[in-house]
Each structure stands twice: as structure tokens, then as C-alpha cells.
């Protein structure tokens, strides 16, 4: 008995239909990155919405130093503080730009957290269009909480008598504030891939916090400080944010070639604060770019 089995030649060459296949973006775009970015803040502010604490201590601290401070020198003498200046007045620019600083050092305890939990090893390994997507998340986060910090601080201070710059000026303290926050928010993420875990990262964050402000002309002018502390003072970031802040209450006919202060080895005008400032912005982001591309490969 003879079986003859007839074979399609359809069957011997049958592939599978390429139209079936799942396409995949082997060079993801400028749009994959915004929508990461977007959801990675968005994570951020449900966080800051589920336990706001965070945002309350960091309004109402500046606050209280705001009052007390301004209520401990308020019998110092006339001009002390420069050109009829009173001293809460004159401590509104500081507390604008220490309350940034304070909240920008500490944007890479989210990122430690996250490392410790384990999150950051799922984020690392999920196909995302770029790892940069999570620093540049935290960055316009801790920027927002830092402009909402900085409005009420203004409002606050403009409630105290210290007046209250026009428009141009509001706009340049939103600059000053953005390349500080940008700077020192680099400066944090990048101790927050380098240090090993997040008691080291808070004892750093502990470290810098009050030395940077008693080295900055915060809560004194420079030429009340003695010769060595003028040097230091005037190598610290925090003064070149100061200084055009404070300098915006003083003058409303302020232009970029206004001499803000002066150093001991040269005077600072308005657009040179904002260049250091700038400056210092880009090494820090220079310095941290290898060590982000080695934790993210």
C-alpha cells in the first residue's frame, strides 16, 4: 500500500509575517525623554503631595528667621548695615537665597533613598530613551520647590516693610535663584551616586550647610568681617547670589554694570555675579558628567 503525503510548498517556505512584529525605537527622541522626565517629576510631586512636610518646614523656617534675626538687630545703629539699611531688611536677600541652597543640598536624599530601596536599580534597567531623564526630574523639582519658597519669602518680606522689587527685578531673582539651585542641586546628585549611603550624604549635607552661610554675606556685610573671612566669603557662590539680590531691594535704576560689591581683590558687578554664577553651574556639571556616566552604564 502506497501512502503519498502531499506537501504544500506553501508550508515548506512558510515565514512568519513581518507585520506581526513589534516595532522597537532603537533611537529614542527628544519626545521619549520629555515623557520620562514628566513622569519621573510627576512620581516627585505625588511624593511631596502624600507627605507635604518637607514644603511646610522649608517655608516656615525662613520665616522664623526672617522675624527672630530681624527682631534680634533691630535696635543696631542707623546705616550699621549700609546707607540707612535696617537689618531686616537687609537679611531678606540672605534668607531668599540660604532657604534655596538649604533645599537644593539636599535634592539627592530622594536619589540615595531610592538607591537603598532598590527603585533606582529598576529605573536603571528599564528601557528608557535616557538615564538623564532622573537627574534632570529631580533638578526641576527641587527648582519648583525652590521658586515657591523664594515667593513667600518675598511676600513675607514685603509684608515686613522691605519693599518689593518691580517686574525686571523679580525676573532677575528668578534667574539668580534658578543657576544657584541649578549648581548646588548638581552638586547634591552627584554626592548622592558617589557617597555610600544616605548617613553619609546627610553628615555631608550637615557639614557644608552653616560654614557656607556664615561664609557668605548673609547675615553680615563683607566689610564687617575680618581680612581672612572676606577672602573666604568672597569665594563662596552663596555671596555672588546675595549681593545682586540685595542689591535689587536697594536700587530700582539697577542695570548689569551696577557694582554690587566689592572684593578684596575686585569689584562684582550686577552680569558678573550672574556669570560666576553661571560658572559655577557648569563645572559642577562638568565635574559630576563622568561619574553619572559611569553609574548609569
Not at 546705616?79 to 537665597?97: P, R
Not at 561664609?215 to 549681593?243: C, D, H, K, R
Amino acid at each position: 500500500m502506497n501512502t503519498t503525503v502531499t506537501t504544500q510548498k506553501s508550508d515548506i517556505n512558510w515565514q512568519p509575517e513581518t507585520s506581526q512584529r513589534i516595532p522597537i525605537n532603537d533611537n529614542p527622541g527628544l519626545g521619549e525623554f520629555i515623557q520620562e522626565t514628566f513622569a519621573l517629576t510627576k512620581r516627585l510631586f505625588i511624593q511631596l503631595q502624600r507627605r507635604p512636610s518637607t514644603l511646610i518646614a522649608g517655608i516656615i523656617q525662613p520665616l522664623m528667621w526672617l522675624i527672630l534675626f530681624g527682631a534680634l538687630f533691630q535696635n543696631a545703629p542707623q546705616g550699621f548695615f549700609g546707607e540707612g539699611l535696617d537689618y531686616a531688611n537687609f537679611l531678606g536677600a540672605g534668607i531668599i537665597v540660604f532657604t534655596a541652597f538649604a533645599g537644593a543640598l539636599n535634592a539627592g536624599l530622594p536619589v540615595m533613598f531610592d538607591r537603598e530601596f532598590g527603585f533606582l536599580n529598576r529605573l536603571l534597567v528599564a528601557p528608557l530613551a535616557s538615564r538623564f531623564s532622573i537627574v534632570v526630574a529631580s533638578a526641576i523639582y527641587i527648582i519648583a520647590l525652590s521658586f515657591i519658597q523664594t515667593i513667600v519669602i518675598i511676600g513675607a518680606s514685603a509684608f515686613l516693610g522691605a519693599g518689593l522689587p518691580n517686574l525686571v527685578g523679580l525676573s532677575a531673582i528668578a534667574l539668580i535663584i534658578f543657576l544657584l539651585v541649578l549648581g548646588v542641586t548638581a552638586l547634591s546628585l552627584g554626592l548622592a551616586f558617589a557617597l555610600p549611603g544616605h548617613i553619609e550624604l546627610i553628615a555631608v549635607i550637615f557639614v557644608m550647610t552653616l560654614p557656607l552661610l556664615f561664609a557668605s554675606t548673609a547675615l553680615a556685610p563683607l566689610s564687617f568681617m575680618p581680612g581672612w573671612l572676606q577672602i573666604v566669603a568672597s569665594l563662596n557662590p552663596l555671596t555672588y547670589a546675595i549681593e545682586p539680590i540685595r542689591y535689587l531691594y536697594l536700587y530700582s535704576d539697577w542695570s548689569l554694570a551696577s557694582v554690587v560689591m566689592e572684593t578684596p581683590w575686585v569689584s562684582v558687578t550686577f552680569g558678573g555675579a550672574i556669570l560666576i554664577l553661571l560658572g559655577f553651574a557648569a563645572l559642577v556639571f562638568v565635574a559630576i558628567s563622568p561619574l553619572l556616566r559611569r553609574r548609569f552604564a
